[in-house]
């Protein structure tokens, strides 16, 4: 019973991420960190910025860093569905870095044509990636 | 009758030329070749986004709950909003121009109609062409076929999407050169907004979801993205079709110059040996006068 597994796929609109058979994926939802085992009920909700947490069998477990999309659990199998999702060896922390520190002086220094929430959604992408690569 | 140093020059410049363009054949192959993936990698997201939505709608329908959504709502059209998908580069038959001009036949009915037009400019040309006409150009996005982004298309909805929900414009639409296959490209003219979801048939096999958020934040949230995902395809396609367009319109440029070639060899023949002969023909009439 505690080893079973289910069948789970990540989608990003440029490519399939991941597909196999999985004990256990936890992620990040809007209302809360959840972790889903064989044998759930169909369940269906949105995910935020975050990590995705994937188990295989009994390893540890593989990172992969997101930035929101669909979960959906049915009876024969799990799908996410992300806008993005790398793994966290594949994140280039220099690169979230710029990012973050763009976001930041984006946000500090006010511009009259800054748009506030995409800015901020940045930063939180940032801050998620930066955080996800230092977790492996 | 030209000298034989400038046809042999000529034909020199056109190998050069059928180099070029059979080079450029050859690159627009590899690109489609690549656009043509992208588009098979997008499909199976695409269609679990559309079968969750049926999922969703299928059952907000039969709780009587009305579909109701900014983005559902239709207006009466007094501004419209058009995206023009054109390439960054020519080079590739009439793929530009098509589009242009269906955008301008586009603009023509609307402004006829009594509405106003502003427009997204996505691509080089379309940006340059209507622009240079002064346009009413509400943004424009270049130089983003190189490397497509999936972020590129998240931008643009972004643009059109709270310019709607404001009801600064009624309608959105999209002209691009849909990718048929290599050998076929068609201009299609989409409607992007409002949105008008499908409703699909009852599947009876599908139980219920448990929903977190609701139903109705989560039909929120994939309206959304079925509308990223929409401009994300056009993208997508268009520069598939490009690529097909340019390589068969530099195939036909190769094909034209080996022609060009061929008969500028035969002329090149002929007025060489033209010299040839009158050359023996002075000898020869030189010799009979020394013997005279």
């Known amino acids: ?136 | 009758m030209a000298t034989l140093r400038e046809i042999r020059r000529r034909i020199a410049s056109i190998q050069n030329i059928e180099q070029v363009t059979d080079a450029m054949r050859v690159v627009a192959a590899a690109r489609l070749r690549r656009a043509q993936e992208n588009i098979n990698a997008t499909r199976p997201y695409a269609d679990k986004l559309n079968t969750i939505l049926g999922h969703l709608i299928s059952q907000m329908d039969t709780e009587n709950q009305a579909l109701t959504h900014p983005l559902l709502e239709t207006r009466e059209v007094k501004h419209v909003c058009i995206i023009s998908v054109s390439a960054d580069r020519g080079l590739c038959g009439s793929f530009n121009s098509n589009v242009i001009r269906t955008t301008t036949q586009r603009i023509g009915h609307y402004q006829e109609s009594g509405a106003d037009v502003t427009l997204i400019c996505i691509g080089r040309r379309s940006q340059e062409h209507f622009t240079r006409r002064g346009y009413d150009i509400t943004d424009a996005y270049v130089n983003i076929f190189r490397q497509l982004e999936f972020q590129t298309a998240v931008d643009v909805v972004h643009e059109f999407e709270h310019l709607y929900t404001e009801k600064k414009i009624d309608k959105v639409e999209v002209i691009y050169n849909n990718f048929k296959s290599a050998i076929l490209q068609t201009v299609l003219v989409e409607q992007l907004l409002p949105l008008e979801p499908e409703i699909p048939e009852g599947d009876e096999l599908f139980l219920d979801y448990i929903y977190e958020p609701g139903q109705v934040e989560l039909f929120e949230m994939l309206l959304g993205k079925h509308l990223n995902m929409q401009m994300w395809k056009v993208l997508l396609d268009s520069n598939a079709a490009e690529q097909a367009a340019r390589m068969a319109a530099m195939e036909n440029a190769t094909q034209k110059a080996k022609e060009l070639i061929d008969e500028l060899i035969l002329q090149r023949n002929r007025a060489r040996q033209t010299q040839i002969t009158t050359e023996i023909s002075e000898i020869v009439s030189g010799a009979a006068a020394l013997e005279g």
């Open chain 1, 1 to 136: 019973m505690l080893n079973r597994s289910f069948h789970l796929e990540i989608r990003t609109p440029e490519q399939s991420v991941y597909e196999g058979d999985v004990t256990s994926v936890s992620a990040p939802g809007v209302e809360g960190n959840f972790q889903i085992l064989a044998g759930h009920i169909p369940f269906l909700t949105a995910l935020e910025v975050g990590e995705i947490r994937i188990r295989e069998s009994s390893d540890t477990p593989q990172l992969m860093a997101t930035s929101g999309g669909v979960f959906e659990v049915l009876r024969t199998g799990v799908t996410v569905l992300v806008e993005t999702a790398e793994w966290a060896s594949e994140i280039d922390v220099a690169r979230a870095e710029s990012a973050l520190e763009r976001a930041q002086v984006q946000l500090t220094t006010n511009a009259p044509d800054l748009n506030r929430p995409r800015a901020a959604a940045a930063l939180a992408r940032a801050q998620n990636r930066i955080k996800v690569a230092s977790n492996l």
